[in-house]
């Protein structure tokens, strides 16, 4: 067995690939390296928990994908929800990424490390008159509609201001395509709030192609998350492209792209991941000689493996015939096991080749749903000693909570063998900030 994989301590995991996928190393002396950086070292310069991200890692990701796809006239817009962390998202412009957003906030993320807003397109279900004026404004490359009532809330928007140049509109189709994923992470089946149904699809081209203020640009979907067969993709783009077809017979031929959404799933234990290519080789003849740009909106994929979340064992107790390690990082910090039965796998920072025993893992939040691993295979470590929770660079930090008035944890860029802080750990000022004890005198 291989020092990586005696060091994960469990025969389930997949350690070399989770190792691969992280530009994470075991040194000689048994300290985790990500991106040729002590992870040891990151964590007594800025304390823990702590996120720490691979810059190479995430280029190589984005590489991948964008290789894969060269051949097809297509587009990357990263999702920024996945990870929006000031510096990814810069490595990311960088690259010639463009940008998947659904918030105002996020857009004012993208516009303050220079995207060019003509690569940025707006998606989501409950866009606020605020947010639309603001995707407005900068002359944003793409407005994802998601109902009829969301046209309406334009027209009336259009209609109070003046606007030099039409808005590109997309239609985000809900294509009714079943894919297999957790189910709080499925978007593309019915009955579900996202996207426009198919048959709603027609009136609502007529209704954009109808105003000059609006050019409709784009029919998208986004089927869901995690996911690591491409058969949905092909079905849901199959439909895509029928509606296009159909819009078109309408006399409407101003679509320029057809967006597949993201949704590429990982290996977070043993899956096998969905690798850009297979998706390409699906997508490719379908939009062949139609004059379309393929638009994808990967998120995960490109920074999922690329993160770790460092924390610290406080203490060990036993109870109930079980064994606990209670870590300074729990729910608050990286929701997923607690949201979705997430897999993570844990690993110690520095390896000692101790036995193995299986615990639960679980931070200081009071909920019994408070856990990072439940029933896992890990080293015997003690309180002070810290371990390194892989595979939480996507929908991590950005899902982190205050609940119990406890403090996000700072984020870490390792690029190019240094090290930075790209955000600092919150201060208990920094929560309190704006709140008052006595509302009613000021
Ligand atoms: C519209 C849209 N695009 C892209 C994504 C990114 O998905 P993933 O991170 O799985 O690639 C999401 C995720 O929810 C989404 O809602």
């Given at each position: 067995?291989?020092?990586?994989?005696?060091?994960?301590?469990?025969?389930?995991?997949?350690?070399?690939?989770?190792?691969?996928?992280?530009?994470?190393?075991?040194?000689?002396?048994?300290?985790?390296?990500?991106?040729?950086?002590?992870?040891?070292?990151?964590?007594?310069?800025?304390?823990?928990?702590?996120?720490?991200?691979?810059?190479?890692?995430?280029?190589?990701?984005?590489?991948?994908?964008?290789?894969?796809?060269?051949?097809?006239?297509?587009?990357?817009?990263?999702?920024?929800?996945?990870?929006?962390?000031?510096?990814?998202?810069?490595?990311?412009?960088?690259?010639?990424?463009?940008?998947?957003?659904?918030?105002?906030?996020?857009?004012?993320?993208?516009?303050?490390?220079?995207?060019?807003?003509?690569?940025?397109?707006?998606s989501g279900v409950?866009?606020?008159?605020?947010?639309?004026?603001?995707?407005?404004?900068?002359?944003?490359?793409?407005?994802n509609i998601e109902s009829?009532?969301e046209?309406?809330?334009?027209?009336?928007?259009?209609?109070?201001?003046?606007?030099?140049?039409?808005?590109?509109?997309g239609i985000r189709v809900n294509p009714d395509v079943?894919?297999?994923?957790?189910?709080?992470?499925?978007t593309g089946a019915g009955?579900i709030k996202f996207g426009v149904p198919t048959?709603q699809v027609?009136?609502l081209?007529?209704?954009?192609?109808?105003?000059?203020?609006?050019?409709?640009?784009?029919v998208a979907m986004h089927l869901?998350?995690?996911?690591?067969?491409?058969?949905?993709?092909?079905?849901g783009?199959?439909k895509l492209?029928?509606?296009?077809?159909?819009?078109?017979?309408?006399?409407?031929?101003?679509?320029?792209?057809?967006d597949?959404g993201?949704?590429?799933?990982?290996?977070?234990?043993?899956?096998?991941?969905?690798?850009?290519?297979?998706?390409?080789?699906?997508?490719?003849?379908?939009?062949?000689?139609?004059?379309?740009?393929?638009?994808?909106?990967?998120?995960?994929?490109?920074?999922?493996?690329?993160?770790?979340?460092?924390?610290?064992?406080?203490?060990?107790?036993?109870?109930?015939?079980?064994?606990?390690?209670?870590?300074?990082?729990?729910?608050?910090?990286?929701?997923?096991?607690?949201?979705?039965?997430?897999?993570?796998?844990?690993?110690?920072?520095?390896?000692?080749?101790?036995?193995?025993?299986?615990?639960?893992?679980?931070?200081?939040?009071?909920?019994?749903?408070?856990?990072?691993?439940?029933?896992?295979?890990?080293?015997?470590?003690?309180?002070?000693?810290?371990?390194?929770?892989?595979?939480?660079?996507?929908?991590?930090?950005?899902?982190?909570?205050?609940?119990?008035?406890?403090?996000?944890?700072?984020?870490?860029?390792?690029?190019?063998?240094?090290?930075?802080?790209?955000?600092?750990?919150?201060?208990?000022?920094?929560?309190?900030?704006?709140?008052?004890?006595?509302?009613?005198?000021?």
């Amino acid at each position: 067995m291989s020092r990586a994989v005696m060091a994960m301590g469990g025969p389930a995991a997949n350690a070399r690939e989770l190792f691969r996928d992280a530009g994470l190393e075991r040194g000689p002396d048994g300290v985790l390296r990500l991106g040729g950086v002590s992870l040891a070292a990151v964590l007594r310069d800025v304390g823990s928990p702590a996120y720490v991200y691979n810059g190479g890692a995430i280029r190589e990701r984005y590489q991948a994908i964008a290789s894969a796809f060269a051949g097809i006239p297509h587009r990357v817009h990263y999702a920024v929800k996945s990870n929006s962390s000031l510096a990814v998202l810069k490595i990311l412009k960088d690259l010639g990424a463009g940008a998947d957003i659904v918030s105002g906030g996020e857009l004012r993320r993208v516009t303050r490390v220079g995207f060019d807003p003509k690569l940025v397109v707006f998606s989501g279900v409950g866009k606020t008159d605020a947010e639309l004026e603001a995707a407005i404004g900068c002359r944003i490359g793409g407005i994802n509609i998601e109902s009829a009532e969301e046209l309406t809330a334009l027209e009336r928007i259009v209609g109070r201001r003046s606007v030099e140049y039409p808005i590109r509109l997309g239609i985000r189709v809900n294509p009714d395509v079943a894919a297999e994923t957790h189910p709080y992470i499925t978007t593309g089946a019915g009955g579900i709030k996202f996207g426009v149904p198919t048959e709603q699809v027609l009136g609502l081209a007529r209704r954009i192609a109808g105003n000059p203020r609006f050019t409709l640009v784009s029919v998208a979907m986004h089927l869901g998350s995690q996911l690591l067969d491409p058969a949905p993709f092909a079905n849901g783009a199959k439909k895509l492209i029928g509606l296009i077809d159909d819009i078109q017979a309408l006399g409407i031929r101003s679509i320029e792209a057809v967006d597949v959404g993201g949704g590429l799933g990982i290996r977070y234990r043993n899956e096998t991941p969905l690798e850009p290519r297979q998706l390409s080789e699906v997508l490719a003849p379908l939009i062949a000689g139609r004059g379309l740009v393929l638009h994808l909106e990967p998120g995960r994929f490109v920074t999922g493996s690329a993160g770790v979340l460092l924390t610290t064992v406080l203490y060990r107790k036993r109870s109930g015939g079980k064994d606990f390690v209670v870590v300074d990082a729990s729910m608050t910090d990286l929701v997923r096991p607690s949201h979705y039965d997430a897999y993570h796998e844990i690993t110690e920072v520095v390896a000692r080749g101790r036995p193995v025993r299986n615990v639960d893992v679980v931070g200081p939040v009071c909920e019994t749903g408070d856990f990072l691993a439940l029933d896992r295979p890990l080293a015997d470590v003690e309180a002070g000693e810290h371990l390194a929770i892989l595979c939480a660079g996507a929908y991590g930090s950005v899902m982190a909570s205050n609940y119990n008035t406890r403090l996000r944890a700072p984020e870490v860029l390792i690029d190019r063998g240094r090290y930075g802080v790209t955000r600092v750990r919150e201060t208990l000022e920094d929560l309190l900030r704006g709140e008052t004890d006595d509302p009613f005198h000021r």
